[in-house]
């Protein structure tokens, strides 16, 4: 009878988590759903939804969040889409998803004759990031980044590209100046894809180092962020309203035409 008593208890008291957990969870997505109105209107959609959120009094086991910004412009359209964010940390080692994309008509942005500078730039900043992590890791890393198409119109203008990286760092052999607890990755797989008429996507998988310094007790990681939003943090919900306001000024820069994109790519004169 004693087991029966304390079996049933523990279910009411799992059941009972479980309710204050999606009570938890409903408020912030309700909080932040009132954060981001102010950039709800006839042009603009701005959205953002925690699917699900569990942490441990050691760390965050369990994440994954959803996004969407849209703004409809006359001649253009910006939309930021975030299809899956996860994070999970229930086995040993931390794993990240990410599907997201940026769409975007570039040719309504800056010139043909910079979009074929832009192209080509993208894959040499491709070698470049292999070129730095064997700088950096030495023979501790086996990392691959290969343009696997590239296409061009009937008058050789570049259209677009897909990609593809792949890295894995042997924590076992670093370099005698790296150490282990500075590792942040251990293993990456991204594909990439860019269409100077739709914009880019990106879809990554990441493992993380559990003895990475970030997650030590007495550092400020991603737990303790979650932790503040749910306890209604107005300093961490503002982080949140500041994110969405530099993305909002960004598509009005773009759909406005006031973007200078020389800030940011050094294009061929």
Do not use: C, W
């Not at 910004?69 to 990410?98: A, C, H, M």
């Not at 769409?103 to 990031?129: F, K, W």
């Not at 990106?202 to 970030?214: C, F, M, Q, R």
């Not at 306001?245 to 994109?261: H, T, W, Y």
Request: net charge negative.
């Amino acid at each position: 009878m004693k087991k029966l008593f304390m079996s049933v208890g523990l279910s009411f008291s799992l059941i009972a988590a479980a309710f204050a957990h999606n009570d938890s969870l409903e408020q912030l997505n309700s909080q932040v759903a009132e954060l981001l109105s102010p950039f709800q209107n006839q042009t603009t959609i701005a959205q953002l939804v925690f699917d699900k959120l569990e942490l441990s009094a050691e760390r965050t086991n369990n994440l994954a969040l959803h996004a969407l910004y849209r703004q409809v412009g006359q001649q253009n359209i910006f939309e930021l889409k975030l299809d899956n964010l996860s994070y999970n940390y229930e086995n040993e080692l931390p794993k990240t998803t990410f599907k997201g994309s940026l769409s975007t008509d570039l040719t309504q942005i800056i010139s043909q004759d910079q979009i074929n500078d832009l192209v080509p730039g993208a894959a040499e900043l491709i070698e470049q990031i292999v070129s730095d992590f064997v700088r950096e890791y030495e023979d501790a890393v086996s990392v691959k980044g290969d343009v696997t198409s590239i296409t061009q119109d009937a008058e050789g203008n570049y259209i677009g590209l897909t990609a593809l990286f792949s890295m894995k760092i042997d924590l076992n052999k670093l370099p005698e100046y790296k150490s282990i607890e500075e590792v942040m990755i251990t293993d990456a797989m991204v594909s990439m894809s860019l269409n100077v008429k739709t914009g880019f996507s990106l879809d990554a998988v990441l493992i993380s180092n559990p003895k990475y310094l970030g997650f030590n007790q007495d550092e400020r990681g991603l737990k303790e962020m979650l932790e503040q939003l749910l306890a209604g943090n107005e300093e961490a919900l503002g982080a949140i309203e500041d994110l969405a306001m530099r993305i909002d000024e960004l598509a009005n820069d773009i759909l406005g035409k006031r973007l200078n994109l020389s800030t940011y790519f050094k294009f061929k004169k």
